[in-house]
């Protein structure tokens, strides 16, 4: 069958590629020259293009009269590297350099130079293209295959690609399939977005005390670099840039924010660009099944379309995710029925398993909620649409084949300076499309609300459904409230809110085949789908749901008649009451209701009253704050609460303090209320929100730390907002202004002034400043980098700085990374960098950094690579440049042989330092794998009896691991090298744990590292990096597990060593008891140092996850009053870690005891420590079941 792959047109394919190719053929043969695009002849008839921009080759298109956009180009170039006429040589360059440059580089081989010849090749009926097209649908040899991915005879890539097929939709098209005209194939209006990183950051310096130790589990995150969809592919997906190497993944977004369009798109590219196998779950159908169980028994035997699959088909499917074939694309884990869905996931992804990639969707404030149990996984967040741009761009999209007048209209409309509510709103892309579906079939005007969105949609729709199912006003009411009431007991069901079964349905819309029937409607209409059978049924019982998650939700703000259907407050007896607000799954619902027209505002502003007033009974510490929080979200629902500033007010204050006037001091509130109050502030009414924060950081009593974090705030909220801008640029021109605030300062505004004039303006003016101090004039260049790009203004001012001699060398190293960000291709900025490393003065740190920025500025440019192999072979050039020069010609060097040979001589030299070795390795990695030389180099090399130094040896093997992966002749070559007994332990270890990289689960690997952890005299520091080695390759391996656990029991062990091997033997044998009795014993020990404690606490927080002996030894640990605060504070990280939702009632009953009055001002320390871990709680537990938790020991008293 035809597999279409990333969603691409063929037949517009065709027509663009023409047009593109011409364009470029006429290009070359006219000898032009452009700094957008540079391709020429190479090896006779083969076309180079050896750098291009999507937007330089639509140029390029319209100088030779037939202009294509520059997503038809993308869509084109796709096209031909699918048909395997053009070869990608993107997939061989730097992560980074495609990030910022966008470049494309490709090769075709044509049969001759003259263009008319070529093109009548390629284009003509019965010529290369249709040749190419007709062999791609018969799945024809060329489309390569890797060995692995066929065996038991079955043809793993065309299964997954398959299987992919019916799971391609895109989801405006389920709810609008009766009208043609708005249907689309996915490339027609795919604006692609942009993700960011989230991280933890790490607050601390190296040399972290003890009593400031737990800072390394703060949960707070920071959002790191951004990319582009093209980028992200590239870098994360491809070359696996990350913490994790790209085999954890969470993409998380808010309702609509085009979660599993991008996972299908990822999809899809895994399989085009031969990178895996691509295998598809949605997470609700698992219905309770474990992951393994799933795959074994609903997948493969859907895939194979077998009855019962045979048990050597399973092994060879299992086989594949041992040889870490299979990426696993986990979709929608908010949809699971599990209580906590990620830690669900987290103890999943063991066994076998274990070992794919895998790739998940989540929304927001499900993630943020449970992320601990999936805290090893790479978090990116979908952002938003960009506006104007990509709002435009979609808008045009979406009308170009049909009104495009209209569509002019639409943005005309929807761009007026007081549309600010509706352009923030439509950012999201599902209400967008929504919107664009609403405009195109009626003349209503803008709704003001996510609900009056939905609402209008909803109105539309039945006007498009009445030529094929006319309904009736009383019809569309009664299904209307029926689905109302459906979605309701959907959503307040514990498991399986979003997969509605047959029988459940029909109590609320009656017999799906009696016609006209709420139910047959439901169907008819596509409110509701059949997405599968019930997996416990035997009586195979269908499966529905809402087209999307998000009009279930609607659907139930609609039920709902009453505010205290949300929340009924029994102060004395909870468990009477209605706690809705206190519910996850319900928070989007209560937002819709008070978007609701018809709703009075007197019932919202009694609701929003309720929320702020709220006493949960439990010493005025947890749920209140829960429910001022939610208040503080409705009123950027409901943006008309006479409360709104009030709260927005208190929502800054719970995050940034007040002003004692008695103390004369500055106080703030406990850590977990602030951190939930910043949490908080994104979600409230923005420009409020912003208000208040200027308001705040002109406050002449504020502290300055407390200062900087609003500006940094600001700095977050505050994106494109003009008030946000002048009040930083008003604050950086104040000559009072302590350093660190305006440096502060400096940075929000790289945050918020994207392309801001103003903005630009006024850091490059501040930058010319004599006096201003280096910290500063550093971050002001920093944020110009992230601020201006491809500004010539900030570029020309950049290599001015660059050059000036009486520049601190920490600014000028700035100066020169912020032009490898902005610079792109431009030639003045590749001049300036050749030019300051050829400087002899120059000092090592800014050389190593322009040798840096060149890797970043223009991949594969010659003169840049030239510039580089030069330094490199410099003898007087000190490691540390010579290691970022070899770090930057794996940025650019892509597929250069001269360079792979450059750095194979380099890991070859005998005074070569371990730092430098290693990067080269890093570098041949990044550009030379699978490259056959290099491989047969580096094996003749590590057979030579004369390589005797223990640094070359070893950075050889890496270099193997780096690059061999599945070479046998490499795999050979460390295998013979393990079973040398005269060489040293540690090249053995270095070759046992590269085997195990290149060949996972190696048994002569395995059994190598369990050897070298029973040599009674090894050294502790190899011995701990064998174990570490082998909790990476031992998983389920019956004989590691057995080593590990009798190092475990060793009590003349030393401490760290036995702390490491209870991990690793976690690790390889999740659960496993001794490893968490050993972890205890090890975290009670007194005389143990903090960090070998520190290290048994993680540990445990890793592998004693609702391990009930382990919460019971945590919770009276932490009330011992011989243990130190450091230690009590690792102790309850780890409980915060491991405890589930079932375990936190008793842990609420005995901590609460140390949130007295009493301990507060004696013990704060202790005090602190316990309400973190409560507050946890809080966040998970019911508020009935806490509220009992919490008077439980009372009514023991009392004999209740």
Not at 221 to 230: A, D, I, M, P, V
């Amino acid at each position: 069958m035809e597999r279409k792959g990333r969603n691409l047109s063929y037949d517009a394919g065709r027509k663009q590629a023409e047009i593109l190719l011409r364009a470029l053929l006429s290009f070359v043969e006219n000898s032009e020259e452009s700094k957008d695009c540079k391709a020429d002849w190479q090896a006779g008839t083969e076309l180079w293009v050896t750098h291009s921009t999507l937007e330089g080759l639509a140029e390029l298109t319209k100088s030779y009269n037939n202009s294509l956009e520059p997503e038809a180009i993308r869509n084109a170039l796709n096209c031909l590297i699918s048909l395997k006429i053009i070869e990608d040589k993107r997939g061989q360059t730097n992560a980074k350099t495609r990030t910022n440059s966008k470049v494309w580089l490709f090769a075709l081989k044509f049969p001759s130079i003259d263009k008319k010849e070529n093109l009548n090749w390629l284009f003509k009926q019965g010529g290369e293209w249709d040749k190419c097209r007709e062999a791609q649908k018969n799945n024809s040899a060329k489309v390569p295959k890797t060995p692995k991915e066929k065996s038991q005879g079955v043809d793993w890539q065309e299964i997954c690609g398959a299987m992919l097929e019916k799971h391609k939709r895109l989801t405006t098209n389920e709810l609008l399939f009766a009208d043609d005209e708005m249907k689309f194939e996915l490339e027609a209006i795919h604006v692609p977005l942009a993700l960011v990183e989230r991280n933890k950051p790490k607050k601390y310096s190296e040399n972290i005390s003890p009593e400031q130790g737990s800072r390394l589990y703060e949960p707070s995150y920071e959002e790191k670099q951004r990319f582009e969809h093209q980028a992200f592919l590239e870098q994360i997906i491809r070359n696996g840039v990350g913490k994790t190497q790209g085999q954890r993944i969470a993409l998380i977004g808010e309702p609509g924010a085009g979660k599993t369009t991008q996972l299908q798109t990822i999809a899809f590219w895994i399989l085009d660009n031969n990178l895996g196998l691509p295998i598809w779950i949605s997470l609700a159908d698992l219905q309770g099944k474990k992951l393994e169980e799933y795959l074994l028994q609903d997948w493969l035997k859907n895939a194979l379309e077998l009855v019962r699959v045979k048990e050597e088909q399973e092994n060879a499917f299992a086989d594949l995710f041992k040889n870490n074939r299979v990426w696993l694309l986990l979709d929608a884990a908010d949809e699971m029925s599990s209580l906590q869905p990620l830690t669900e996931i987290s103890q999943q992804l063991t066994g076998w398993v274990k070992n794919a990639l895998v790739v998940l969707t989540c929304r927001v404030n499900v993630w943020e909620a449970n992320a601990g149990a999936l805290e090893k996984f790479e978090t990116y967040r979908l952002l938003n649409f960009e506006y104007p741009q990509q709002v435009q761009e979609f808008i045009r999209r979406w009308f170009h084949n049909k009104d495009a007048d209209k569509g002019e209209r639409l943005w005309q409309e929807l761009d007026k300076a007081e549309r600010q509510r509706i352009q923030d709103l439509v950012k999201n892309p599902l209400r967008l499309a929504l919107l664009c579906s609403t405009w195109q079939g009626s003349d209503k005007g803008l709704p003001e609300t996510k609900a009056g969105l939905y609402q209008q949609f909803m109105e539309e729709f039945y006007k498009w459904k009445e030529n094929r199912f006319p309904t009736t006003e009383q019809q569309q009411e009664e299904l209307n409230a029926a689905l109302g009431r459906l979605a309701k007991r959907a959503i307040d069901q514990e498991t399986s809110r979003f997969r509605l079964r047959h029988k459940f349905v029909r109590e609320e819309l009656g017999d799906a085949k009696q016609q006209n029937s709420l139910f047959w409607l439901a169907l008819k209409l596509g409110w509701l789908n059949e997405v599968g059978i019930a997996a416990e049924s035997a009586t195979k019982e269908k499966v529905y749901a809402f087209y999307h998650p998000t009009f279930e939700e609607y659907f139930a703000a609609l039920a709902v008649d009453d505010w205290h259907e949300f929340l009924n407050h029994v102060p004395d007896n909870p468990a009477l009451g209605i706690y809705r607000i206190f519910a996850p799954q319900w928070k989007e619902v209560i937002l819709l209701w008070l978007g609701r027209e018809d709703v009075r505002s007197k019932e919202k502003e009694e609701f929003i009253q309720a929320l702020m007033e709220f006493d949960d009974g439990c010493a005025e510490y947890f749920y209140e704050f829960r429910a001022y929080f939610l208040a503080a979200a409705a009123v950027d629902e409901w943006k008309n609460s006479c409360n709104a500033d009030a709260i927005v007010a208190e929502i800054v204050k719970f995050g940034f303090g007040k002003f004692e006037v008695e103390q004369k001091e500055w106080v703030k509130f406990i850590e977990p209320i602030a951190e939930g109050a910043m949490t908080t502030l994104p979600q409230t009414n923005r420009i409020k929100a912003i208000a208040a924060l200027i308001e705040l950081i002109e406050k002449p009593q504020l502290d300055d730390d407390t200062r900087m974090q609003a500006l940094y705030s600001l700095g977050e909220i505050g994106s494109g907002n003009q008030k946000a801008i002048d009040a930083l640029v008003e604050l950086i021109a104040k000559p009072q202004l302590d350093d660190d605030t305006r440096k502060q300062a400096v940075e929000s505004l790289g945050e918020i002034g994207s392309g801001n004039q103003k903005a630009i303006d006024a850091l490059v003016e501040l930058i010319a400043k004599p006096q201003l101090d280096d910290d500063t004039r550093k971050q002001a260049v920093e944020s110009l980098g992230k601020i201006g790009s491809g500004n010539q203004k900030v570029i020309d001012a950049l290599v001015e700085l660059i050059g000036k001699p009486q520049l601190d060398d920490d600014t000028q190293k700035q100066a020169v990374e912020s032009l490898g960000e902005i610079g792109s291709g431009n030639q003045k900025a590749i001049d300036a960098l050749v030019k300051l490393i050829a400087k002899p003065q120059l000092d090592n740190s800014t050389r190593r950094q322009a040798a840096y920025s060149l890797g970043q500025i223009d991949s594969g440019n010659q003169k840049a690579i030239d510039a580089l192999v030069e330094l490199i072979g410099k003898p007087q050039l000190d490691n540390h440049t010579r290691m970022q020069a070899a770090y930057s010609l794996g940025q650019i060097g892509s597929g250069n042989q001269k360079v792979i040979d450059a750095l194979v001589e380099l890991i070859a030299k005998p005074q070569l330092d371990e730092f430098t070795a290693r990067q080269a390795v890093e570098s041949l990695r990044e550009i030379g794998s699978g490259n056959q030389k290099a491989i047969d180099t580096l094996v003749e090399l590590i057979s030579k009896p004369q390589l005797d130094n223990d640094t070359q040896r070893a950075a050889v093997a890496y270099s193997l691991g780096a690059i061999g992966s599945g070479n046998q002749k490499a795999i050979d070559t460390l295998v013979e090298l393990i079973g040398k007994p005269q060489l040293d332990d540690d090249t053995r270890l270095l070759a046992a744990e590269n085997l195990g990289k290149i060949d996972p689960g190696n048994q002569k690997a395995i059994d190598a590292l369990v050897e070298f952890i029973g040599k009674p005299q090894l050294d502790d520091d190899t011995r701990m990096q064998a174990l570490y080695s082998l909790g990476e390759i031992g998983s389920g391996d019956q004989k590691a597990i057995d080593a590990l656990v009798e190092l475990v029991g060793k009590p003349q062990l030393d401490d760290d060593t036995r702390s490491l091997a209870a991990d690793r033997l976690g690790k390889i044998d999740p659960g496993n008891q001794k490893a968490i009795a050993a972890l205890i014993e090890l975290i009670e020990k007194p005389q143990l140092d903090y960090f070998a404690r520190m290290h048994a606490a993680q540990s445990l927080r890793e592998i004693g996850s609702g391990n009930q002996k382990a919460i019971a030894a945590l919770v009276e640990l932490i009330g011992n009053p011989q243990l130190d605060d450091s230690t009590r504070r690792l102790v309850a990280e780890s409980l915060g870690k491991i405890m589930l939702e079932e375990q936190m009632p008793s842990v609420v009953t005995v901590l609460k005891d140390y949130l007295s009055p009493e301990i507060y001002k004696n013990d704060f320390e202790q005090f602190d420590i316990c309400y973190k871990v409560i507050w946890k709680c809080a966040q998970s537990m019911p508020y009935p079941a806490f509220y009992q938790a919490w008077h439980q020991q009372e009514k023991v008293k009392d004999g209740k």
